[in-house]
């Protein structure tokens, strides 16, 4: 039985609560010293002879302070000294309070992908996964930084309110219901930013797309002639992306003009009450400039924050999301098991399968024994339900309808999950990382020694890599580039065959290869007979002519079965 998971949210009090007390604590304290080296410049003033120290110098009398301008300066640098220390571990510690909700984010989305049904990951685009695991997250970062931000200025200006409240009560409250009608009147400001936000992740997600896209069509398109038409395509995702981008900006804009202006007319207009209706003093009036003239900046920034954070939190919802999906469709983890040994014959019985969405069934009435140590050959045209079906012999899917067996236990649950162990893959695309050969194959057995290395290469026909200019250290380049195609694909064979599997599934494996080296992999095929169970997938070619039966798909169905 799997453990209930939970929802995905951005901050988890029982993870991340102790960060965010040392964050918020540092908050409040450069908030309070902000307000204490302002609300000192009362008695300096007063010191110095200006009228109207009022309630600051009874506090400070009160509190055993002298007036003397030597101790009034002193304290003031230490609270300057101090405030700058805090500033800088409050920075520090919501760069590392944002990493660990951005990072967890992250991985948490990538282990939701890696431990997803692979039903649910055929569903996916891979451009737009890959731009939200990437560039969109770091949004999230920037989501983060801004309510971080946000609270900062908010403490802040919580801080200079207190001062300016000890200095003139009807003062203070007349800047604080200023400031708080001006955040207010930018709420469909902010709910505009957010639309903003989804605009510019869709437009970002269609920049990846074309570029994930055309990066896997360059071939093709320089074998047409299609450079101007495909630099155009991307010329117009690029537009619509810095269109989103603009109008952004001039949202922002529009709101910081306002506030400026506004932000003015209000300070004036205090001052003038101050002094002609309420006929504050000179130790008193300079101070509560001083407090506006820093609350007004502040506000800004608190409503930039606050736009920049509505605008980016789409980011976050896709993030969420996908969290979400593939949460749910996570594989079970049950108890380890061991993978039935395929002994006797793979089997599939009365099997449906039909993926969301589709028009028909990828795969119905299926009826199928494979025995063991056979070579099949699996053909059909393209969307009969070849791969499908060898998903479902690998354990990767189970049916809708029907069950599959591997001498007579059903794959089902942990014991499909731990058959996979005893399945290797070879398709069509070699999948081959930018590090060594040794690196590479590794993946597929990280304890393998040396001579289970060599032995799987010449099991695969590819003793090319130890006339290599660094042997197994050579590196492959990005993609396996540094080799030809007949090399990357026996190079694949190779690694699949470090897995000792029972089953061993050749998707299209040398429909890309020329005859020659078609028939080096052929060779290599040939030689497993009697090891192991072979699945051919493919039209065509050497490999089927090597099989035992041939299987014809048409449809989803299987046409009458055909010996090689």
């Not at 997803?116 to 996916?124: D, H, N, P, T, V």
């Not at 690998?394 to 731990?418: F, Q, S, Y």
Request: glycine content about 12%; charged content about 20%.
């Amino acid at each position: 039985m799997s453990a209930p998971i939970a929802p995905p949210r951005l901050f988890d009090p029982a993870r991340h609560g102790l960060a965010a007390l040392g964050v918020g604590a540092l908050t409040v304290l450069g908030a309070l010293t902000e307000g204490v080296g302002v609300l000192l410049l009362v008695p300096l003033l007063a010191s110095l002879g200006a009228p109207g120290g009022g309630r600051v110098d009874a506090l400070l009398a009160a509190l055993g302070l002298p007036l003397r301008l030597d101790l009034l300066l002193g304290l003031f640098v230490a609270v300057v000294a101090a405030r700058a220390l805090v500033v800088q571990a409050r920075a520090l510690a919501s760069f590392g309070f944002e990493a660990m909700l951005v990072d967890g984010l992250r991985q948490r989305a990538w282990r939701g992908l890696i431990e997803c049904e692979w039903r649910a990951l055929l569903g996916l685009r891979r451009a737009g996964t890959v731009s939200l695991l990437g560039a969109r997250l770091d949004q999230v970062g920037y989501h983060v930084n801004q309510v971080l931000q946000a609270a900062a200025a908010l403490a802040t200006l919580s801080g200079l309110g207190l001062a300016a409240l000890a200095i003139s009560p009807r003062l203070a409250g007349g800047l604080a219901l200023a400031g708080a009608a001006v955040l207010l009147g930018f709420h469909a400001a902010r709910r505009r930013a957010a639309v903003l936000g989804q605009h510019y992740g869709e437009a970002h997600a269609g920049v990846h797309g074309q570029l994930d896209e055309g990066l896997g069509a360059l071939r093709l398109i320089k074998g047409l002639g299609r450079e101007e038409v495909a630099i155009g395509q991307l010329t117009r995702q690029v537009d619509a992306m810095r269109r989103a981008q603009r109008a952004w900006l001039v949202n922002a804009g529009r709101g910081q003009l306002a506030l400026q202006c506004g932000g003015a007319v209000l300070l004036a207009l205090l001052v003038w009450l101050a002094l002609a209706r309420w006929h504050l003093g000179v130790a008193q009036i300079l101070p509560m400039i001083a407090i506006a003239a820093r609350a007004l900046p502040l506000l800004g920034t608190l409503q930039q924050n606050l736009l920049a954070a509505a605008h980016s939190r789409p980011a976050l919802d896709a993030a969420l999301g996908l969290i979400a999906s593939t949460e749910a469709a996570r594989e079970g983890e049950g108890n380890a098991v061991p993978p039935p040994p395929l002994d006797h014959a793979l089997r599939l019985e009365g099997v449906d399968l039909r993926f969301a969405g589709a028009e028909r069934p990828a795969l119905e009435a299926i009826d199928l024994e494979i025995p063991a140590r056979s070579i099949v050959a699996l053909t059909g045209p393209s969307g009969a339900g070849k791969s499908t079906l060898a998903d479902l012999l690998g354990g990767l899917i189970e049916p809708d309808a029907g069950k599959v067996t591997v001498d007579g236990v059903a794959l089902e649950g942990a014991v499909r999950r731990a058959w996979r162990h005893r399945v290797a893959y070879v398709q069509q695309e070699p999948v081959l990382f930018a590090a060594s050969l040794r690196e590479n194959l590794l993946w597929a057995s990280p304890g393998a020694s040396e001579e289970r290395l060599r032995a799987a290469l010449r099991d695969a026909s590819a003793g090319f890599a130890f006339d290599l200019p660094q042997g197994l250290d050579t590196p492959v380049g990005d993609g396996g580039r540094a080799l030809s195609g007949g090399e990357r694909q026996r190079l694949m064979l190779a690694r699949a065959l470090l897995r000792d599997p029972a089953l061993l599934v050749l998707d299209e494996a040398t429909s890309a290869l020329d005859a020659a080296s078609e028939a080096q992999v052929a060779q290599a095929i040939a030689a497993l007979r009697g090891r192991m169970t072979v699945v051919v997938i493919g039209h065509r070619g050497a490999l089927l002519a090597l099989a035992d039966r041939v299987i014809e798909l048409d449809a989803g169905r299987i046409a009458p079965a055909k010996r090689a």
